[in-house]
């Protein structure tokens, strides 16, 4: 093979790599490509961990994509198994013995279904006139309808590309500070001195100010125990969604345990995020213990995260194996440190659900509300619900009457 035939199927590959990288969302363009080419022709890769960082320097900008590039870089190179003859045919040696792949972790999920994509052409003709805008719309509404426990792993990929597209949440508080707001309707009297000093007295300028108007920060305890385990995962892309837009989320999860997961979602990438945070966690679908999960939260995380008007997102079923007194003291000194109470539970999916449980009926007097959550559609009435609109909102203490 001449050097002419193999810089073209080189360009071909990079050139087809490059367009994978995209699909898994890194922002490659064709001058990456040709940089890419040029920075191979220039360094005369030798090994396979050389032509990973000379494309790893070329086509990763940001820390948050390193890791889709490493899951873009194994799938893509092992499936087409050229990498090795690429190398043969720019160096007079060829590479040793390869190194054994690791096994895929974050982002693998999404860079296969990048460089396997769905293929257009169908078997049956028939079936080809069927593919329509309506039908896309309708299958997006089924799809938000649609049980999570009941989704398919390609709908919960989609699932979660909605969860980060939803409309988040604009509650809003006035806080007691004060901003320097022109249009205001409070005096700023140490300001307005100042700009009196600055003209002898002589003539004074008033300086208006307004209160500062924030967000409120969301407080999230998550049930990731066996029974929670297909829930929990996507409420955390939707708690990572929520941070993600720059505002104060403090997330911790617990099973048996209570464990601070607020510093593993602030990454950018969801799937690194879900990544660590998994890797920190050590007791994921483990039993369930609420009452010792609430009990540490308000000995040691209460004063530190439920300030300035918090709100409280309690993730769980509520079937706790020994309910005690404890249980009911933990749950109402938690309302009592908070704006609002959320109580989260998946099993409002079911039509017949009553509160007979002994867990459930202790904690209901102690909530502010109980939403359901199991769908995208139960996650967007809860944007609306924490954004000030109430619509369709119940007391909990009406499952206690109904059963």
Not at 66 to 95: G, H, T, Y
Request: hydrophobic fraction near 40%.
């Amino acid at each position: 093979m001449s050097e002419e035939q193999g810089s073209g199927h080189l360009a071909e590959n990079v050139a087809y790599f490059a367009r994978t990288l995209r699909a898994a969302g890194l922002p490659v363009g064709p001058g990456a490509v040709l940089d890419a080419i040029a920075a191979i022709e220039a360094a005369r890769i030798g090994t396979r961990e050389d032509f990973y960082w000379t494309l790893h320097a070329v086509f990763v900008k940001r820390h948050e994509h390193s890791i889709l590039f490493d899951q873009a870089f194994r799938i893509f190179w092992r499936r087409r198994a050229l990498l090795e003859k690429l190398i043969a045919m720019m160096s007079p040696v060829a590479p040793g013995n390869a190194k054994k792949e690791d096994k895929p972790k974050a982002g693998a999920l999404r860079v296969a279904e990048a460089t396997n994509p769905p293929q257009p052409q169908q078997t049956e003709p028939v079936e080809q006139p069927e593919f329509s805008a309506r039908l896309t719309v309708s299958d997006r509404e089924m799809l938000k309808a649609k049980d999570f426990a009941q989704m398919s792993a390609p709908e919960i990929v989609k699932a979660k590309r909605l969860i980060a597209a939803l409309s988040l949440p604009e509650d809003e508080v006035v806080t007691r500070r004060f901003l320097a707001d022109h249009r205001g309707r409070r005096i700023d009297p140490r300001k307005t001195f100042r700009r009196s000093l600055r003209g002898g007295g002589a003539v004074i300028d008033l300086a208006y100010r307004s209160p500062a108007i924030r967000h409120a920060p969301l407080v999230a305890l998550v049930d990731i125990s066996g029974s929670m385990a297909e829930y929990s995962r996507l409420f955390l892309h939707f708690l990572h969604a929520v941070a993600e837009k720059r505002r104060r989320v403090h997330s911790f999860v617990f099973a048996t345990r209570l464990t601070n997961i607020s510093r593993e979602l602030t990454s950018r990438d969801p799937d690194e995020a879900l990544a660590r945070a998994t890797k920190r966690v050590q007791d994921w679908e483990g039993g369930t213990r609420i009452a010792q999960a609430l009990h540490e939260f308000n000995r040691h995380w209460s004063r530190r995260v439920l300030g300035q008007g918090a709100i409280v997102l309690l993730f769980t079923d509520g079937l706790e194996r020994e309910v005690t007194d404890e249980l009911t003291f933990e749950l109402d000194r938690l309302k009592r440190s908070c704006r609002r109470l959320i109580w989260l539970n998946p099993l409002l999916r079911f039509d017949a659900f009553e509160a007979r449980a002994s867990g459930i009926r202790a904690m209901l007097p102690h909530v502010h509300e109980l939403r359901p959550i199991h769908s995208l559609a139960s996650m967007g009435a809860l944007c609306q619900a924490l954004s000030g609109k109430h619509a369709g909102r119940s007391d909990p203490r009406q499952w206690l009457q109904a059963s």
